[in-house]
C-alpha cells in the first residue's frame, strides 16, 4: 500500500495583501470558512498566519488564542501556528505565539534572503524557539529553505535532541527569490540530506508550485500548498480561493495513487498531542 498523502495548506502567509487577492482568507470568519472547505478537499493540516483589522499581519496572542480555539472548534485540521510570522517580526514575539498553544508550529532552521528582505533566524532564535517547543509539548515542522538549512536542522536534532512526539517531520519551501531553486534536482538533494525516518512535505513559491508538488509526490513526500505560497494555477489565471489549489494537491496525490491523508492518520504521523477545546468532544 503506498503511503498517502499529507495535504498542508498555508492558506494566508504575511506577503500578500487582500488587495492582490480577494480569495485571501484575512478575518477569522474567512480563515475557518477556509479551513472547512479545504478539509472537506484533502487537507489535514493547516499552516497559520493572521492579519489585524486593517489586514496586516499580525502575531497578536489574543487573537492567536481565539484563531486556534475556532479551528479546534469548526474542523478536525492539525492547527499549525507560524513562528516566522513577517519579515519584520521580532524573535520575542515569533516565540511568544507558543503560548496560543497550537498543536504545530513552523521552525525555520536558518537565514534566508527573502525577495529584496530577508528572513532572519540566527542559531541562537532557533535553539530558544526549539527548546520552548520541547517544554510545551508543541511539535515542530522544520522549514527548509535552503540546502544549508538542511545542516542547521541535523546539527540542532544532534545538540538538542528529538522534538516533542519523538518524530521529525520537515517542509521544503523552494522557489523562494533568494533561497532553493524550484527544481526536482534541489529537491531531491535536500531530501537526501535529511534525517533518517523524517517525513517532509515540499511546496514551490509561485510558478515552481506544480513541478515540485510532482516530484514531491514521486519521492514519497507530502504536499504543501495554499495562497502563502501560490497565487495562479497557471500562467494569467488567478487563484480563486484556497480549497482550489487543495483539490488540485489531492487530484494528483490520487493519480499518484497516493490519496490525501486523513486527519486522524496525520495525526498519528506527526504525534501530536491530543488537546481539546470546549465545545468539543
Ligand atoms: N512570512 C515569511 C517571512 C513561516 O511561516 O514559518 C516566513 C514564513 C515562514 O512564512
Ligand atoms: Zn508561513
Given at each position: 500500500?503506498?503511503?498517502?498523502?499529507?495535504?498542508?495548506?498555508?492558506?494566508?502567509?504575511?506577503?500578500?495583501?487582500?488587495?492582490a487577492?480577494?480569495?485571501?482568507?484575512?478575518?477569522?470568519?474567512?480563515?475557518?470558512?477556509t479551513?472547512?472547505?479545504?478539509?472537506?478537499?484533502?487537507?489535514?493540516?493547516?499552516?497559520?498566519?493572521?492579519?489585524?483589522?486593517?489586514g496586516?499581519?499580525?502575531?497578536?496572542?489574543?487573537q492567536?488564542?481565539?484563531?486556534?480555539?475556532?479551528?479546534?472548534?469548526?474542523?478536525?485540521?492539525?492547527?499549525q501556528l507560524?513562528?516566522?510570522?513577517?519579515?519584520?517580526?521580532?524573535?520575542?514575539?515569533?516565540?511568544?505565539?507558543?503560548?496560543?498553544?497550537?498543536?504545530?508550529c513552523?521552525?525555520?532552521?536558518?537565514?534566508?534572503?527573502?525577495?529584496?528582505e530577508?528572513?532572519?533566524?540566527?542559531?541562537?532564535?532557533?535553539?530558544?524557539?526549539?527548546?520552548e517547543?520541547?517544554?510545551?509539548?508543541i511539535?515542530?515542522?522544520?522549514?527548509?529553505?535552503?540546502?544549508?538549512?538542511?545542516t542547521?536542522?541535523?546539527?540542532?536534532l544532534?545538540?538538542?535532541?528529538s522534538?516533542?512526539?519523538?518524530?521529525?517531520?520537515?517542509?521544503?519551501?523552494?522557489g523562494?527569490?533568494?533561497?532553493?531553486?524550484?527544481t526536482?534536482?534541489?529537491?531531491?538533494?535536500?531530501?537526501?540530506q535529511?534525517?533518517?525516518?523524517a517525513?517532509?512535505?515540499?511546496?514551490?513559491?509561485?510558478?515552481?508550485a506544480?513541478?515540485?508538488?510532482?516530484a514531491?509526490?514521486?519521492?514519497?513526500g507530502?504536499l504543501r500548498?495554499?495562497?502563502?505560497?501560490t497565487?495562479?494555477?497557471?500562467?494569467?489565471?488567478?487563484?480563486?480561493?484556497?480549497e482550489?489549489?487543495?483539490?488540485r494537491?489531492?487530484?494528483?496525490?490520487?493519480?499518484?495513487?497516493?490519496?490525501p491523508?486523513?486527519?486522524?492518520?496525520?495525526r498519528?504521523?506527526?504525534?501530536?498531542?491530543t488537546?481539546?477545546?470546549?465545545?468539543?468532544?
Amino acid at each position: 500500500m503506498n503511503t498517502p498523502t499529507l495535504i498542508t495548506v498555508a492558506a494566508t502567509g504575511a506577503e500578500t495583501p487582500k488587495s492582490a487577492a480577494p480569495g485571501l482568507p484575512v478575518t477569522l470568519a474567512e480563515l475557518v470558512a477556509t479551513a472547512k472547505a479545504c478539509e472537506a478537499a484533502g487537507a489535514a493540516l493547516i499552516h497559520v498566519h493572521i492579519r489585524d483589522g486593517a489586514g496586516e499581519p499580525t502575531l497578536d496572542l489574543g487573537q492567536l488564542r481565539e484563531t486556534v480555539a475556532a479551528l479546534r472548534t469548526e474542523t478536525d485540521l492539525i492547527v499549525q501556528l507560524s513562528t516566522g510570522g513577517a519579515v519584520t517580526d521580532p524573535y520575542a514575539a515569533r516565540i511568544a505565539v507558543l503560548e496560543a498553544d497550537p498543536d504545530s508550529c513552523s521552525l525555520t532552521c536558518g537565514t534566508v534572503n527573502f525577495g529584496t528582505e530577508v528572513f532572519m533566524n540566527p542559531w541562537p532564535f532557533m535553539v530558544e524557539l526549539y527548546r520552548e517547543t520541547q517544554a510545551r509539548q508543541i511539535v515542530p515542522e522544520f522549514e527548509l529553505f535552503d540546502y544549508g538549512h538542511v545542516t542547521a536542522l541535523n546539527r540542532l536534532l544532534d545538540k538538542e535532541g528529538s522534538p516533542f512526539g519523538g518524530h521529525v517531520h520537515c517542509d521544503l519551501v523552494l522557489g523562494v527569490p533568494g533561497g532553493m531553486p524550484g527544481t526536482a534536482v534541489a529537491l531531491l538533494a535536500a531530501v537526501a540530506q535529511l534525517p533518517a525516518g523524517a517525513s517532509w512535505s515540499a511546496t514551490g513559491i509561485g510558478r515552481t508550485a506544480l513541478p515540485v508538488a510532482l516530484a514531491a509526490l514521486a519521492a514519497g513526500g507530502h504536499l504543501r500548498v495554499g495562497m502563502e505560497d501560490t497565487l495562479t494555477m497557471a500562467p494569467g489565471q488567478p487563484v480563486r480561493d484556497n480549497e482550489e489549489l487543495v483539490t488540485r494537491a489531492a487530484t494528483l496525490a490520487t493519480l499518484a495513487q497516493r490519496p490525501p491523508m486523513t486527519t486522524a492518520a496525520a495525526r498519528s504521523l506527526l504525534n501530536v498531542k491530543t488537546r481539546t477545546v470546549e465545545g468539543r468532544p
